[in-house]
């Protein structure tokens, strides 16, 4: 007892100064109390009604309002029914897991699956359910070209989460870990300047997020056979102008934040809406017009949209231009912000 005693008062000790550190970072206890709540909000607004659709069918049709009467599977829950006015860029939709399906009613009721589409599979079976029901009038239709596969529209979102991880997280934490310790306070002593030590930080993770990028592409690539109709110069360039904008925004948050917490808070708070609302992991179609515009806000937007353009469509980089545009003035507009809100040391 007489040596577990003063063991015990030296971890109460620490246990209550750190309690007091925590409580007395106003910046990361509000954050922490924050975060939480506004994701669960938004969230609930962008997922939220009656119930979560499981499933987009596209609806070909020149009307802006599908009439639910139509068709006995209009009628169905849990499915979110798009009108779709062009049937070439329907076709593309549904080849690009899009629109798990596209269904054509009045005289001539025929509908479109991928056959590659899981999701696809499912919405065809509650279609013909539902079509017999109705007299069984539907005729598959078929999509001319190779169908995508699914691993080849996810493929360029795991690298893009990948990237903005590497990005984010691998500059932003690890500058505000050393205004935290007094690094950076004693690089104010030399001659170097904020833009050009954060210029060396974006080249220094840019060469490093490409070498990982390019590694984990190759590999996915020879092993899965993945789909690759562009240029690999034109992606080359999308991964280097989408690098140097996630590293610039990762510099932007570190750039007066002195608690590790908060940076954490932060980031986390601007990384997980890009991998939920940027099309990872599946398309936001479906979306109602203001999620689907605050989508366009964020850098992976624009990144996965144009990587998978070339890499599915074989789009040129005039046809991307628009995206890496607005990348490159992401990127500047950050990288301007940081320079000019960065401090060396916490006072």
């Not at 190779?146 to 795991?158: A, F, H, M, T």
Request: with cysteine; net charge neutral; aromatic share 10%.
């Amino acid at each position: 007892m007489r040596v577990l005693a003063p063991m015990l008062k030296r971890i109460y000790a620490v246990f209550v100064a750190r309690n007091r550190e925590f409580v007395r970072d106003r910046g990361t206890l509000a954050w922490n109390i924050l975060m939480p709540v506004i994701l669960v909000f938004g969230l609930a607004f962008i997922f939220g009604g009656e119930g979560r659709n499981q499933y987009t069918v596209g609806v070909l049709q020149s009307a802006a309002e599908i009439d639910a009467g139509e068709h006995p599977f209009l009628q169905s829950r849990f499915i979110e029914f798009v009108p779709v006015s062009d049937e070439a860029d329907g076709f593309r939709k549904v080849e690009r897991h899009r629109l798990d399906l596209l269904v054509r009613f009045g005289d001539e009721r025929r509908y479109w699956v991928n056959p590659e589409s899981p999701r696809g599979y499912f919405a065809e079976r509650l279609l013909l359910q539902s079509d017999a029901e109705a007299g069984g009038q539907m005729q598959k239709a078929q999509i001319s070209g190779d169908p995508i596969r699914y691993v080849d529209w996810v493929l360029p979102g795991i690298l893009g989460m990948n990237m903005m991880f590497s990005c984010l997280f691998g500059v932003g934490y690890v500058v505000v870990r050393y205004r935290k310790n007094g690094f950076l306070k004693r690089l104010r002593a030399t001659p170097l300047r904020p833009h050009e030590f954060i210029v060396a930080q974006v080249a220094s993770r840019l060469m490093l997020v490409l070498i990982v990028t390019a590694f984990v592409y190759l590999a996915t690539h020879l092993i899965l056979d993945t789909r690759m109709d562009g240029s690999y110069l034109t992606l080359l360039l999308v991964t280097i102008v989408g690098c140097i904008s996630m590293v610039s925004l990762g510099l932007l948050i570190a750039a007066r934040v002195t608690s590790e917490e908060l940076a954490g808070g932060l980031l986390n708070m601007i990384s997980w809406p890009m991998m939920i609302l940027s099309g990872v992991w599946f398309s936001l179609e479906g979306a109602g017009p203001a999620v689907q515009g605050l989508a366009k806000v964020f850098p992976l937007t624009h990144i996965l949209d144009s990587a998978r353009a070339v890499m599915l469509d074989g789009a040129t980089l005039v046809d991307i231009a628009p995206s890496m545009i607005m990348l490159t003035l992401l990127s500047l507009a950050f990288l301007a912000l940081g320079a000019f809100y960065f401090r060396w040391g916490p006072d």
